[in-house]
């Protein structure tokens, strides 16, 4: 099946149907596969246990960029491309990326207490990613405040696209400026810093997190081609109405 | 097989708790809104309001 088949909404309906299943199955699998990965896990010499943090913390921190370049993608397939998924796609994924975003910040928030001695500081990392946040509040309040679909898609697409400027500002953040988080120790020139007893849980967690996103994102996206079925029936059934002039 | 968390062990839960409730709320979330859609979509269709029932109707107060 061509990428281009799957811009018919009713297409991709069935497709979700029939992926769902499968991709709940594999999603659960590599949680737990992850999870029991992590719980077997050494300390870290100088963190101790807390290194257990770092499964959730990381791929919740890449997921928190990934989906915003999902959602760029998609802006880019609204404006340029005017494929009829990309908006209910950049749509469907914002507030996944919102709860990603969110552990990501509450995790690192109880992983600093122990580490740093605080919750918060206002460096560069911490406060790009905050700024991460308040876009995906504020992607997902523009899509609820214009009524017309397509019309929000295309607000939300540029808003999208200027956003992602923040994108390489959170990843280059540790190197551009003195912040207290560590800097980059798994993608790296020289390959990771990192041991594989606690490398191999960080990828399998981090593949779980990427696998629950795609399943949430295609669970929500079918909901979201829903939803405009909804729309397109009530303003169909305000017109037959008796007394409309439709 | 019991885990040693250390003296840290209360931030290490309440991470991986809020993470548990954070996620449970979103699937809770997309679960129960395709229920919504799904029974909004049956409702609409069940008073006949189907994109073919307007087209036909429409067709049927044309003149031509």
């Known amino acids: 099946m061509a990428l281009i088949d799957l811009a018919n909404p009713s297409r991709f309906l069935a497709l979700a149907e029939r992926l769902l299943p499968y991709l709940i199955g594999l999603t659960v699998f590599a949680l737990a596969a992850g999870l029991y990965l992590a719980s077997g896990a050494p300390d870290d010499y100088q963190q101790g246990a807390t290194v257990k943090i770092m499964f959730i913390h990381v791929p919740s921190a890449w997921l928190s960029m990934l989906v915003w370049g999902v959602m760029s993608v998609a802006a880019l397939g609204t404006l340029v491309w005017r494929h009829p998924l990309a908006d209910v796609a950049a749509k469907a994924a914002a507030p996944i990326g919102a709860a990603f975003t969110l552990i990501c910040l509450v995790t690192g928030s109880l992983w600093g207490r122990p580490m740093w001695g605080t919750y918060w500081v206002w460096d560069a990392r911490l406060t790009s990613v905050l700024v991460l946040f308040l876009m995906y509040l504020g992607v997902i309040a523009l899509w609820r405040t214009v009524d017309d679909p397509s019309r929000a898609g295309r607000a939300a697409a540029i808003l999208t696209l200027v956003g992602a400027i923040n994108i390489p500002i959170i990843k280059w953040s540790v190197d551009w400026w003195n912040t207290l988080h560590q800097p980059a120790s798994v993608v790296k020139l020289g390959g990771p810093a990192i041991h594989p007893t606690i490398l191999v849980p960080l990828l399998t967690m981090a593949v779980a997190f990427a696998l629950l996103f795609f399943t949430l994102h295609v669970a929500a996206m079918r909901n979201e081609i829903l939803r405009r079925r909804v729309r397109s029936l009530m303003l169909l059934k305000a017109q037959i109405a008796p007394g409309s002039e439709a | ?64």
């Open chain 2, 1 to 64: 097989m019991s885990i040693e968390l250390g003296p840290h062990a209360n931030f290490i839960l309440a991470a991986y708790g809020i993470t548990l409730v954070v996620l449970l709320v979103l699937i809770g979330w997309i679960v129960l809104d395709y229920r919504s859609q799904r029974r909004r979509v049956a409702e609409l269709e069940s008073q006949g309001i189907t994109r073919r029932s307007v087209q036909a109707k429409a067709e049927a107060k044309s003149p031509a």
